[in-house]
T-cell receptor, first 112, second 109 residues
Framework: DVKVTQSSRYLVKRTGEKVFLECVQDMDHENMFWYRQDPGLGLRLIYF???????EKGDIPEGYSVSREKKERFSLILESASTNQTSMYLC???????????FGSGTRLTVV | GIQVEQSPPDLILQEGANSTLRCNFS?????LQWFHQNPWGQLINLFYIPSGTKQNGRLSATTVATERYSLLYISSSQTTDSGVYFC???????????FGAGTTVTVRA
């Protein structure tokens, strides 16, 4: 089975800190995604990537950036964390072309 | 983007009961998946079902792509079935998933 690993289950960061959320998949998938999940708002796409060094904005990219230097790793970066970025962050990967998505276990980020 | 509507929003079941969850979507799609979100927040893939019917134990799913809906059936429900069930569809032109708002299922012993 495809495994998608997120480096932290829980994180607490201070306002203004630079935060890195890491995601690694082990099945050579081309496509990787970052979502955030908030009560009442569901899952919303932040950024995605179809290949190494490629990135595309999702529906809510403001305040975030991403990095994909290697195919298996997709990092989400909060340049200057704010309290409204407190959320559950979910990473996913897929082969594309009709292949199913696999999600990581999620990172609950709290910004204080 | 594609609109995804799930119903009902909440469902309370007695252990052993059967239930049906519905997902309607607004446009043709490449793929449809059903997920179960466990209490720790992880999304567990239940079915990848762009069309047709699949079964996995007490769970089964049917997608009628031409009519743009999918159904998830839970039979003989157990307390471990509790959680949020999401339907998500993949756009025809890219690989982005659009999620429904979910159905929260509570199974009582």
């Amino acid at each position: 089975d495809v495994k998608v690993t997120q480096s932290s289950r829980y994180l607490v960061k201070r306002t203004g800190e630079k935060v890195f959320l890491e995601c690694v998949q082990d099945m050579d998938h081309e496509n990787m995604f970052w979502y955030r999940q908030d009560p009442g708002l569901g899952l919303r796409l932040i950024y995605f990537s179809y290949d190494v060094k490629m990135k595309e904005k999702g529906d809510i990219p403001e305040g975030y950036s991403v990095s994909r230097e290697k195919k298996e790793r997709f990092s989400l970066i909060l340049e200057s964390a704010s309290t409204n970025q407190t959320s559950m962050y979910l990473c996913a990967s897929t082969t594309g072309a009709g292949g199913g998505y696999t999600f990581g276990s999620g990172t609950r980020l709290t910004v204080v | 983007g594609i609109q995804v509507e799930q119903s009902p929003p909440d469902l309370i079941l007695q252990e052993g009961a059967n239930s049906t969850l519905r997902c309607n979507f607004s446009d043709s799609v490449n793929n449809l998946q059903w997920f179960h979100q466990n209490p720790w927040g992880q999304l567990i893939n239940l079915f990848y079902i762009p069309s047709g019917t699949k079964q996995n134990g007490r769970l089964s799913a049917t997608t009628v792509a031409t009519e743009r809906y999918s159904l998830l059936y839970i039979s003989s429900s157990q307390t471990t079935d509790s959680g949020v069930y999401f339907c998500a569809v993949e756009d025809l032109y890219d690989y982005k998933l659009s999620f429904g708002a979910g159905t929260t299922v509570t199974v009582r012993a």
